[in-house]
């Protein structure tokens, strides 16, 4: 029965129906057919979103919506503009910094596309850069949000696998970095090949303190968010939290450009975000909950230890499912569908599931900038106003710096848990 759950949710899901839907009706009919009683979905719904883990995600959406709204990322982007707009490859490098330094207080790729990224485009036209190139760029850099805390996918992936949520975050960090180099480097070959634009000169002592400084008290952010956590004064949760009230507090006392309209977009926008992911959440647990039952984890468990037991093996293996679920599904979707049968056949190999929370989720982000569900892909023509062959195309260089580090992160644990083991 549980093969027949997956499989009315594959020929939904193909058929076009939205994906709440696609999980929802065999749950529902799942639970007709087994006479189980109706309040049992009501229950399982429920339960999924009593989380405190979650009430992260929201926090961290409405941050980085208010920032939007209220204009930090154009003092950020200034300053990056500042400070790496000399370098080969100009506003290029600019984008790819800046939006490690977003991702620093969103947490979310298509927050990074489409907030910054809007702005990061408009300025590489202007400059003379293609449209294409600019969307490319763009696109590829966003894949760091999602990795560097604080990050929604990593809060969803915890709290469905009870890893520390902590240690994920702590783990991304240097995968953000080594993902970021990478992209530069690339940007910077690039460069050199198709003569892109660059700023005229380096910047003075005090032109680069002029931008540093309206940006200051933004870059603080994530440094306190993360220090916090590194000293256990509080939890994710509530580093998410310590963040908005420092965030309202830095744009209405040192900005003083926050208005109430600004506060108001920002949290319409909050909650139609975060309605829908949560209701993905809600909908498959429930369809995680059948799957237990039908004991599809311990039977995929089974069947991939008899394959191989070898932990370098059973990572590639767990690439391509992330990958292939990524090219289809949204993370929240996937990560709550795929992880559940992937992570206890691993786990039970020997493979840490901190470092298997990272290439899920590194995986699942490249998946944002893949066909045919590539949700970034999208996004990404409609602002820059191009084709989506047109972008595929300009996004070829940018696959190799980020399946190395794919490669990297996969192959190299002690590079992922670094920072982690200092909790441990």
Same mark, same amino acid.
């Given at each position: 029965?549980?093969?027949?759950?997956?499989?009315?949710?594959?020929?939904?899901?193909?058929?076009?129906?939205?994906?709440?839907?696609?999980?929802?009706?065999?749950?529902?009919?799942?639970?007709?057919?087994?006479?189980?009683?109706?309040?049992?979905?009501?229950?399982?719904?429920?339960?999924?979103?009593?989380?405190?883990?979650?009430?992260?995600?929201?926090?961290?959406?409405?941050? /980085?919506?208010?920032?939007?709204?209220?204009?930090?990322?154009?003092?950020?982007?200034?300053?990056?503009?500042?400070?790496?707009?000399?370098?080969?490859?100009?506003?290029?490098?600019?984008?790819?910094?800046?939006?490690?330094?977003?991702?620093?207080?969103?947490?979310?790729?298509?927050?990074?596309?489409?907030?910054?990224?809007?702005?990061?485009?408009?300025?590489?036209?202007?400059?003379?850069?293609?449209?294409?190139?600019?969307?490319?760029?763009?696109?590829?850099?966003?894949?760091?949000?999602?990795?560097?805390?604080?990050?929604?996918?990593?809060?969803?992936?915890?709290?469905?696998?009870?890893?520390?949520?902590?240690?994920?975050?702590?783990?991304?960090?240097?995968?953000?970095?080594?993902?970021?180099?990478?992209?530069?480097?690339?940007?910077?070959?690039?460069? $050199?090949? $198709?003569?892109?634009?660059?700023?005229?000169?380096?910047?003075?002592?005090?032109?680069?303190?002029?931008?540093?400084?309206?940006?200051?008290?933004?870059?603080?952010?994530?440094?306190?968010?993360?220090?916090?956590?590194?000293?256990?004064?509080?939890?994710?949760?509530?580093?998410?939290?310590?963040?908005?009230?420092?965030?309202?507090?830095?744009?209405?006392?040192?900005?003083?450009?926050?208005?109430?309209?600004?506060?108001?977009?920002?949290?319409?926008?909050?909650?139609?975000?975060?309605?829908?992911?949560?209701?993905?959440?809600?909908?498959?647990?429930?369809?995680?909950?059948?799957?237990?039952?039908?004991?599809?984890?311990?039977?995929?468990?089974?069947?991939?230890?008899?394959?191989?037991?070898?932990?370098?093996?059973?990572?590639?293996?767990?690439?391509?499912?992330?990958?292939?679920?990524?090219?289809?599904?949204?993370?929240?979707?996937?990560?709550?569908?795929?992880?559940?049968?992937?992570?206890?056949?691993?786990?039970?190999?020997?493979?840490?599931?901190?470092?298997?929370?990272?290439?899920?989720?590194?995986?699942?982000?490249? /998946?944002?900038?893949?066909?045919?569900?590539?949700?970034?892909?999208?996004?990404?023509?409609?602002?820059?106003?191009?084709?989506?062959?047109?972008?595929?195309?300009?996004?070829?260089?940018? $696959?190799?710096?980020?399946?190395?580090?794919?490669?990297?992160?996969?192959?190299?644990?002690?590079?992922?848990?670094?920072?982690?083991?200092?909790?441990?």
């Amino acid at each position: 029965m549980g093969l027949a759950v997956i499989g009315a949710f594959l020929v939904l899901f193909i058929a076009g129906f939205p994906v709440v839907y696609a999980i929802l009706i065999p749950s529902i009919v799942y639970v007709l057919i087994e006479g189980l009683p109706y309040g049992l979905l009501v229950q399982r719904i429920t339960y999924a979103l009593d989380s405190f883990p979650l009430v992260a995600v929201p926090i961290f959406i409405f941050v /980085g919506n208010l920032m939007n709204s209220a204009g930090i990322t154009d003092r950020i982007f200034r300053f990056a503009d500042t400070a790496v707009g000399r370098f080969p490859g100009g506003l290029a490098q600019v984008n790819i910094f800046s939006s490690l330094i977003f991702s620093g207080m969103s947490g979310a790729a298509l927050a990074d596309v489409g907030g910054l990224g809007r702005i990061e485009i408009a300025a590489m036209k202007k400059k003379g850069f293609t449209a294409p190139f600019s969307a490319a760029v763009t696109g590829a850099s966003a894949v760091v949000g999602p990795i560097f805390p604080p990050s929604i996918p990593l809060i969803v992936y915890g709290s469905v696998t009870s890893v520390s949520i902590v240690q994920l975050l702590l783990a991304g960090i240097v995968p953000a970095l080594v993902c970021v180099v990478l992209l530069m480097l690339t940007t910077v070959f690039l460069s $050199y090949r $198709y003569n892109l634009p660059r700023s005229e000169r380096w910047p003075t002592l005090r032109e680069l303190g002029g931008d540093l400084l309206p940006a200051l008290p933004a870059l603080l952010a994530p440094v306190l968010m993360i220090a916090g956590m590194l000293l256990g004064l509080f939890t994710p949760t509530e580093a998410a939290a310590v963040t908005v009230v420092y965030v309202l507090a830095i744009s209405a006392i040192f900005y003083r450009d926050l208005t109430f309209e600004h506060l108001w977009q920002a949290l319409i926008l909050t909650v139609k975000s975060t309605s829908a992911i949560l209701i993905i959440v809600a909908v498959a647990a429930m369809f995680g909950w059948i799957l237990a039952v039908e004991q599809i984890p311990q039977d995929f468990a089974r069947w991939i230890l008899k394959f191989s037991t070898d932990p370098i093996v059973l990572l590639i293996v767990a690439n391509l499912i992330f990958f292939i679920a990524g090219m289809f599904l949204d993370s929240t979707t996937a990560t709550l569908l795929v992880v559940p049968v992937i992570a206890p056949p691993m786990i039970l190999a020997g493979i840490d599931p901190v470092h298997l929370g990272i290439i899920a989720i590194f995986n699942l982000m490249f /998946g944002l900038l893949t066909p045919p569900m590539g949700l970034s892909l999208f996004l990404l023509s409609s602002i820059a106003k191009v084709s989506l062959r047109q972008l595929l195309r300009a996004l070829v260089p940018f $696959y190799v710096p980020l399946l190395a580090t794919l490669a990297i992160i996969t192959f190299w644990e002690g590079l992922v848990l670094w920072l982690p083991s200092m909790l441990r």
